[in-house]
């Protein structure tokens, strides 16, 4: 499974921004998929997940309510949808996948994207 992640940029805080991950290769919509980001100096951190088989979503308690986790099958597509964003939420995204993790640590996860930087102007 190849990814490419898209989307990413300045945005002030408070606003809204929408990022997209395309996935290709074998078939995509077996894949739980998920996003997690890497702020400078600090660890690769789960962010959000959706399953394949039912379309469960899970998100970390910093982003909940706030981030929403989204996939169009059909367009390979997954997107992570962020509104009411704060500066803390700067970081590099990256969107991953797995025909079973679809969340937790970064390590459980197979197929990994190349990254979109994020930053949030205060």
């Known amino acids: 499974v190849q990814l490419q992640a898209s989307g990413g940029g300045l945005v002030q805080s408070g606003g809204s921004l929408r990022l997209s991950c395309a996935a290709s290769?074998?078939?995509?919509?077996?894949?739980?998929m998920a996003w997690f980001r890497q702020a400078l100096g600090k660890e690769r951190e789960f962010v959000a997940g959706?399953?394949?088989?039912?379309?469960?979503?899970y998100y970390s308690d910093s982003v909940k309510g706030r981030f929403t986790i989204s996939r169009d099958d059909a367009k390979a597509t997954q997107y992570l949808q962020m509104d009411s964003v704060k500066h803390e939420d700067t970081a590099v995204y990256y969107c991953?996948?797995?025909?079973?993790?679809?969340?937790?640590?970064?390590?459980?996860?197979?197929?990994w994207g190349q990254g979109t930087k994020v930053t949030v102007s205060s």
């Open positions: 991953a996948a797995d025909r079973i993790a679809v969340r937790g640590n970064a390590n459980q996860f197979s197929y």
């Open positions: 290769g074998r078939t995509v919509s077996w894949y739980n």
């Open positions: 959706i399953a394949w088989s039912d379309g469960s979503t």
